[in-house]
């Protein structure tokens, strides 16, 4: 079966409690979903949910990866035909502008960019956040790479602070925002 990969990039924000569902939604669409957790995302995993790393890896059917490899060990995941970032935090989104690449997650994006691999991010932060001076610059940056950035009327809109719902994050918005074939 020739599926098309996404490299499903969560970050430590809510809806990251359930990214089973955007891996689901994912596979139903047809992805071979492979999933990058920065590495408070996975820790939140571990310690919040016994046992959801191997679940997510039974789910996926890959390795869930969350810090980089040994340059002696050989890659564990198949090649990306995109990336969504998703849920893509104030943090990852502000790094990722300035091209910080101190972790896998970090690394992949800021490369895929480089690739000119489709790339989609479906933020998650607060109202308050989105007021911080340097995000609107980080914002437009990403999108000027290429990035498609989820954000705005019709898309993701931010909530005020401890008013965000993880289980109704909306996961299809990225995944309609993904392009459709198989890419070259």
């Not at 990969?5 to 409690?17: E, I, N, Q």
């Not at 891996?23 to 957790?37: E, F, K, P, S």
């Not at 679940?55 to 990306?80: M, N």
Request: aromatic fraction near 8%; proline fraction near 9%.
């Amino acid at each position: 079966m020739n599926r098309r990969t996404l490299y499903l990039v969560a970050c430590a924000a809510p809806p990251a409690r359930h990214v089973s569902v955007g891996i689901r939604a994912a596979q139903a669409a047809g992805w071979d979903v492979c999933l990058i957790l920065t590495p408070a995302a996975y820790r939140w995993a571990v310690e919040d949910a016994e046992g959801e790393i191997e679940e997510l890896r039974e789910l996926t059917g890959h390795p869930v990866r969350h810090s980089y490899k040994l340059p002696s060990e050989a890659d564990v995941l198949p090649a990306a035909d995109a990336f969504l970032v998703a849920p893509a935090t104030f943090n990852t989104l502000n790094k990722w502008a300035q091209g910080a690449a101190d972790t896998l997650a970090l690394g992949l994006i800021t490369e895929a960019i480089g690739l000119g691999k489709p790339i989609v991010a479906l933020p998650s932060f607060n109202t308050a956040q989105a007021r911080h001076p340097v995000f609107e610059r980080s914002i437009a940056t990403l999108r000027e790479a290429g990035v498609n950035v989820v954000l705005g009327e019709g898309k993701y809109v931010p909530r005020p602070p401890g008013q965000g719902r993880p289980r109704e994050f909306p996961w299809q918005l990225a995944l309609d925002a993904l392009p459709t074939g198989k890419q070259p």
